[in-house]
């Protein structure tokens, strides 16, 4: 692709950024990737790179680092710029659109900006147990980055929503014991995957703890030997288990975008759907980061955002200029001829 292409900032190199750099790049614009991670990928890459995902269209089961990898490929031929380790910290008015300076000190200057910062800086929701720091990255994990790394192990999972059942789905397979722990015995997660995990506990490969509520931590050196579980009910259960994987969410914090002068709602910035603009003109906001209402916020969801953006980015970068739409059928890829 051509150097000379205008650039469209894009703050956030998760999935629905890497799409957007695809989307910009079939409009003839040049993504100029910023992210605060030392790679590309998000959450889906430094918290769930071995997760199953299943709503991604046309593959059944995509684990997080292979989603990562592909949508990489497909923004390639674009040759997007990646600016790795670069937090952003100030967005800036300036002649011609926009400047966006970093914590590390980069400046770069577009006509029109796409923030698909996701949730912004994130970091696990923790359980409040005494002596928790000292197990933690040990025995206590909030991730799975190898699956192959728990074999063998006694492992109790605590949470209700899909990581904690599709993990405990996942680690049956290998470990030698999977306790799931939750407050109540009803599951946040998709039917079909507590269909299959119903199947396993009735198999005896998972072991149900719900309700349960995690209570004390024994081990010694970060090595994790019991579990203690509180039954709601005053009664106390230990498991002999040596990992337990805490999956109660993240916390979300937006950073510095929530002081760039946009119009934000609960943490989110406000965007029109029909065209993903936020309260300043020329900047616009894709995946978890944009609200509006019906918002449904899945990694396809972002996908046709990313799409409807870098149309409506258009506009700004080449002014008084439509876009026509062509099929990607029709229009191809940079050095490719052919299928």
Not at 95 to 122: C, D, K, N, Y
């Amino acid at each position: 692709m051509s150097e000379t292409f205008p650039g469209v900032i894009v703050i956030g190199a998760g999935p629905v950024g890497l799409f957007t750099a695809f989307a910009l790049g079939m409009a003839r614009m040049k993504a100029l990737l910023v992210d605060a991670l030392p790679a590309p990928g998000g959450q889906c890459a430094a918290l769930y790179p071995e997760k199953p995902i299943y709503d991604i269209p046309a593959q059944p089961m995509i684990l997080g680092a292979e989603l990562i990898e592909r949508l990489v490929s497909q923004a390639e031929p674009f040759d997007p710029a990646y600016h790795m380790n670069q937090r952003a910290q100030q967005l800036l008015a300036c002649e011609g659109g926009w400047r966006l300076e970093t914590e590390g000190g980069l400046v770069l200057t577009a006509p029109a900006v796409i923030i698909a910062s996701g949730a912004g800086a994130f970091g696990p929701k923790r359980p409040p147990l005494e002596g928790l720091e000292q197990f933690e990255g040990i025995s206590v994990h909030y991730m799975v980055k190898r699956a192959a790394d728990l074999a063998g192990k006694r492992i109790a999972i605590a949470g209700g929503g899909d990581s904690a059942v599709d993990w405990a789905i996942l680690l049956a397979k290998t470990a030698a014991k999977v306790w799931l722990i939750h407050r109540r015995p009803q599951f946040r997660a998709a039917g079909s995957s507590i269909d299959t995990l119903m199947a396993l506990v009735a198999e005896g490969k998972i072991e149900l703890v719900a309700p349960g509520q995690l209570a004390e931590l024994k081990g010694e050196s970060g090595r994790l030997s019991e579990v203690v579980i509180d039954d709601l009910a005053g009664g106390r259960k230990s498991l002999d288990a040596d990992t337990l994987l805490c999956f109660f969410g993240l916390l979300g914090d937006p950073g510095a975008v929530a002081s760039w002068g946009l119009e934000m709602q609960n943490g989110r910035i406000k965007t029109d759907p029909a065209t993903m603009a936020t309260s300043l003109p020329g900047v616009f906001a894709v995946g978890d980061i944009a609200t509006y209402p019906g918002k449904l916020k899945l990694i396809l969801t972002g996908f046709a955002e990313a799409a409807l953006a870098a149309r409506s980015a258009y506009g700004h970068v080449f002014p008084g200029q439509s876009l026509h739409e062509v099929h990607s059928t029709s229009l191809g890829l940079p050095g490719k001829t052919g299928p």
